[in-house]
């Protein structure tokens, strides 16, 4: 019972602290690109494409579709 009611509270958890802004979005870095100091991201869901110059994934969804507020 106890091991229930810890899954539950932790499916909780993950949906209230969850970034919400790229959720549906999953990253791969294109490594191809002769750029050093930029990283290529693609977005396999929405199609998405951004460069970083810190190396690390997008936090928001750049899809074009995408309604924002």
Sequence with gaps: MIVVV???VA???VLIF???ATRDCRWREYRVSG???RRRWHCV???AE???SDGTPPKVCHDP???RT
């Design 45 to 47: 869901a929405c199609g």
């Design 11 to 13: 499916f909780i958890l």
């Design 50 to 52: 951004v460069f970083t």
């Design 18 to 20: 969850s970034n919400r």
């Design 65 to 67: 579709r995408r309604k």
């Design 6 to 8: 810890g899954l539950i």
């Design 35 to 37: 750029c050093d100091l």
